[in-house]
């Protein structure tokens, strides 16, 4: 994919009234490749959200590089966040893309606080950090580097199968913090899978950037979400999509059933319209008291998948109540039985020099030479490098440039 300055359309010194009012827009863009989607470039003013707890657990931090996704699926819950900018939670949220293209940057700058208390911090529970514009904005690599770099525990949620492209740089960072992957995977028929989520890449390609993962020793969960009233609900459909997570080696299966709010009500239900008009009227019973299904709906479909996640042995995983995200591995085990009060130790704060405590030939294990096999960071099938080896120029301390400046496009 080029994208070069002579296959830029448009550049609008204008910007649309809500996003004007941001006052860090640095320009409005458009290209060839991405025919009928605008990205607004963006100067962050800060990267890490604090999520108040819904628990215990008093902290949950997320990062979003990009506001709106070209995902474009019908049912995202994220959909709502794009009227705080005067645009509309249907088109506009698929085609008016805003890129953060500083937030790496800023990400440095916040985690180098001496205040910073290296708390476990999600990506993808908003919107997709890996869409298909990161390929060209690049803007995961910074953000995984910094947040290794500082000893910061890493989650990532996503459909983009563009992760695979990174796993070289979570492997390194694996090493040195927790890092918990999951793929969100929701539908397992084609035909339906390509009409409700129109932008996203096909379940096969998913599955397979779960295999990519295992096979470089990193666990990676699966997000069985939405599931839809009607449609993705049936034993059949489950008990193979179950089947096909397992055999893609994933390591546990979360689930959840449809979460209308209002806004993405409107639009989800004008795709079922199209696509499924004797549905309409089941949706709007079934919806009539709220964003959620009633109870009764909840608790009928726990009874139907929990046996099958277990009998396929994909029990292992836990939602961050906080994030909505994978729970963080180098959280404790039961957090609603601490302190409110009290944060969970994690991981030392990193060495003298940052940057991991060193760039070419880090130190990462213990004993001469190269250490292959299992560890608690890294699982196996991985090889960390020990002190006294010649290890490979670290992928994290190339990622992390000597002077701030964003990229644009």
């Known amino acids: 994919m080029r994208w070069s300055s002579q296959e830029l359309q448009t550049e609008r010194p204008g910007a649309l009234p809500g996003l004007a009012r941001l006052n860090n827009l640095v320009r409005s863009v458009q290209t060839p490749e991405f025919a009928g989607i605008t990205f607004h470039e963006i100067l962050a003013k800060s990267a890490l959200n604090h999520v108040p707890g819904q628990s215990a657990l008093p902290f949950g931090y997320t990062i979003n590089p990009y506001r709106g996704c070209s995902h474009a699926c019908t049912y995202c819950f994220a959909r709502p966040t794009h009227q705080y900018l005067d645009l509309d939670a249907g088109k506009d949220f698929d085609s008016e893309i805003i890129v953060k293209v500083n937030v790496a940057e800023v990400l440095r700058k916040e985690l180098a606080k001496p205040t910073w208390g290296r708390h476990p911090v999600a990506l993808g529970t908003n919107t997709d950090p890996y869409q298909r514009a990161e390929g060209r904005y690049r803007l995961m690599p910074g953000i995984i580097a910094a947040l290794a770099d500082s000893k910061t525990p890493i989650s990532i949620l996503t459909k983009g199968t563009l992760l695979r492209r990174d796993l070289d740089l979570l492997v390194e960072a694996s090493e040195h913090v927790p890092v918990d992957l999951a793929m969100s995977i929701a539908i397992y028929d084609d035909e339906l899978q390509q009409s409700v989520e129109p932008g996203t890449p096909t379940t096969k390609a998913r599955l397979a950037t779960v295999t990519a993962v295992r096979e470089r020793g990193l666990d990676c969960g699966i997000f069985l979400m939405p599931i839809l009233p009607f449609l993705t609900d049936t034993r059949a459909h489950l008990d193979e999509a179950l089947r096909q997570a397992k055999a893609a080696g994933a390591t546990s299966v979360l689930y959840s059933g449809l979460n209308l709010k209002p806004a993405v009500k409107d639009w989800y239900l004008q795709w079922l319209g199209r696509e499924h008009p004797e549905l309409v009227g089941r949706y709007q019973e079934l919806y009539a008291r709220g964003q959620y299904a009633p109870k009764e709906y909840r608790t009928w479909l726990a009874a139907r998948i929990k046996p099958l996640i277990r009998a396929h ?30 944060a969970p130790a994690l991981l030392p704060a990193p060495g003298p020099g940052s940057a991991l405590a060193s760039a070419p030939g880090a130190s990462r294990g213990p004993g001469p030479g190269p250490v292959p096999g299992p560890s608690l960071e890294t699982g196996p099938g991985v090889t960390r490098w020990a002190p006294g080896s010649e290890s490979p120029r670290s992928l994290i301390a190339a990622e992390l440039p000597p002077e701030l400046s964003p990229t644009l496009f």
């Open 313 to 342: 042995g994909l029990e292992r995983g836990v939602v961050d109540p906080s994030t909505g995200g994978l729970r963080s591995s180098a959280l404790p085990s039961s957090p609603e039985r601490m302190p409110a009060s009290r």
